[in-house]
């Protein structure tokens, strides 16, 4: 299961689903790529039997690395196989290996990738996490409230929504491509296209690690508003950034 | 195959060997991890069908990338598969369509990495490869010659030795990790060890990439002469740093 689904914006309830797991005696995998570092993830509690994330989510390293880790249950599993991994590529019973006392030569590490990780750890560490998650989800809100002030419909449903992926549907008669392409283009804002069947349908916001800022939500609420207006949609002028505002300062 | 063989110090006849791969209608499959950068590598002249290299040798990048290059044999051999590829990594078949005109997402591209694999690239058009090939050729060489010149025994076969990686068989008598203790804690030289039945055997001196220089040849001479003499073993003073320089001047 993916903790944070930014195809739709949703946070999974993990430790629901983890029950539903243990009833079937399944392993219970999660991916939290993009969640890591922006929401809690407490493996362990959640009864997370592996769990991978990546580095250049809101972890805010550069790509290249997957943090990963793998419970007892989990590599109980691994040592009953009865035939060997096909591939060497995150072959688990040849990285043991490597990881236990013997050392056992698995692969090369991308030593500059661990050392920008380090270095991005200590950035966690030194703004505290719990702070760090607290700073998504005073940005993710902030976003959300000054979106919907914009007359405009959040997708995922309240309660399971991103602090760090914000999906919201696109208003009929508003020209998708144009809007991402003048953001782009113009303002230096990135923001997603829907994918698969909400191709067209919705936009997905990131505010993820170091880009999660109360000026990247300003910026993109006021320039929003203003492609808006030109692709004749009509907005109350001011009225996102207001509510974000009100949002920030605790209303 | 493997192009340059680290455990003896090796260069495999590759021309000679794809011949026989051809014979047998096999795809020819070569790693060029440590000779690429280094040692001549003529991928379709010596009719290789796929074939892949790592950053961290003598293209002197920081690991973590993998060159890779493979026909239209090898293609053609992966879209005439009949069951579908196990392992999401490098799949071929998934990495077409990325590579392709429709740009099919697969995974997000480890950045900085590829940042500095091109500038490793253009260190390398700087010197010109042919110079740089030469280079690792001429300190190879004068390496070598040393080693003979203090009565050490060169383990690979004449005419089959790699430049960027010298294999020599220990003295009887000499300890093995002493003086490759020595030679890392006194003077910051790591050398390899023997692997499986080469252990406490051979000694295998890598001169990859940035490090391939006059200074390191003279540097790890003058100093494995020292630990030598320190295990009891007789050498005439001076003689691999007078035969190396010899070399290096082109006699």
Redesign the interface.
Known sequence: MVHAETSTGVLQPLAEASQLAKQYEALFLVDTVTSLGGHEVVVDDWGIDICYS?S?KCISC???LAPFTANQTALATLQARTHKV??W??DLSLLSAYWSASRFYHH??????IY?FHEALALIAEEGLEARIQRHLRHGLALQTGLEAMGLTLHAQEGYRLSVLTSVRIPSGVDDLQVRKKLLNEFGIEIGGGLGPLKGQIWRIGLMGHSSSTENVLLLLSTLEKLLVEEGYSVEPGAGMIAAIQTLRGK
Request: charged content about 0%; aromatic content about 6%.
């Open positions: 990546g250049q550069p790509p290249g096909q591939s590529y995150l090369t590490a991308p030593i500059s990738m920008a």
